[in-house]
């Protein structure tokens, strides 16, 4: 009966409840799976497993993240981003220390405060142009660790690629991380679309992460095509303690934890991951190029990686909204942002590009 079972069709009572054919540019969180991660799911559903990440595809997930990571990576898979930018903040801060970042940085702007109220870390923020800190730029917050009064700066915290869609060279890292290093400090990498910059940049990720210095990154998984599930990986076991713990107290321990790792396997075992990101980074500069030019459309930074950021009319803008699902970014400027992900299409991209030229009356 249970071998029948294994191979006899799942069927299910649910119903689909939104239209397929319905595409957007709001984010690439809106794209689903590819087959190749619901693949893995189902690959890894038939049978028990231990619970709680002593199981067989959290072990071999060990290899497959070392052979992009380094010798010494540890992965620990969360949840989510934010469970993963905390957990990571968490294990290379004190009680009173403090993580200097971008003032664009996700863990500032989009984390509802979760590093500071669940990480008891404070953030010292430092304005921008292009969303990448700079040595002279930490500067401006690293001082005071004999100061009582004061958070103590423990922690440079930098977004690969950034919230503003620019991407860091592996030269820019490692003189961040030799910056840092140099005065006493640990270096977190938010990876939400690290697969993105490595397609970018054409450069493996370890070139700038383990070979640049990264001490711990948050590896951004569900962004690349995953249904769900990241991974705090520490790229060098002296610089934290207690992971285990930490990553449990703040609520991001899987029970079921190989449906995470499976899909981390299938990302990053072979290149569905590379080939994922660089199609939506190809898709990014099809759309770039298609409104660049057109009056009444600037594009505000330059296009790295999956992301178009853009400023045009506001009334524009909300009719656009009406046919394809994108946010402002600033909306009291009128600047917009335009995601693009694994599964958009050049029809996709053809669509949108003609829908703006229409509302622009181009």
Known sequence: MADREAVTPRKTDARRHHDPAVRGFASDNYAGAPPEILAAIALANDGHQVAYGEDDYTTHLQDVMRSHFGPLAVTYPVFNGTGANVVALQALTDRWGAVIAADSAHIHVDECGAPERVGGLKLLTVPTPDGKLTPELIDREAYGWDDEHRAM???????????LGTVYTPDEIRAICDHAHERGMKVHLDGAR???????????????????????????????GML????????????????KHLRKLSMQLASKMRFVSVQLEALLAKDLWLRNARHANTMARRLADAVRGVDGV????????????????????????????FYFWDET??????????????????????????????
């Open 228 to 243: 769900f599930g990241e991974a705090v990986v520490v790229l060098d076991p002296d610089s934290v303690r207690a992971m």
């Open 153 to 163: 700066p423990q922690v440079v915290s930098i977004t690969q690629n950034t919230e």
């Open 298 to 325: 600037d594009i505000l930074y330059p296009v790295q990686a999956n992301a178009v950021f853009a400023r045009l009319p506001h009334d524009v803008s909300e009719r656009l909204q009406k046919r394809y699902r």
């Open 333 to 362: 400027a009128g600047d917009v942002r335009w995601m693009c992900s694994f599964d958009t299409t050049e029809e996709d991209v053809d669509g949108f590009a003609a829908a703006l030229k229409e509302e622009l009356g181009r």
């Open 194 to 224: 690290i697969a993105n910059a490595a397609a970018s940049l054409d450069v493996p990720m370890r070139a700038f992460t383990y070979a640049a210095g990264v001490d711990v990154l948050s590896y951004g998984g569900t962004k690349n």
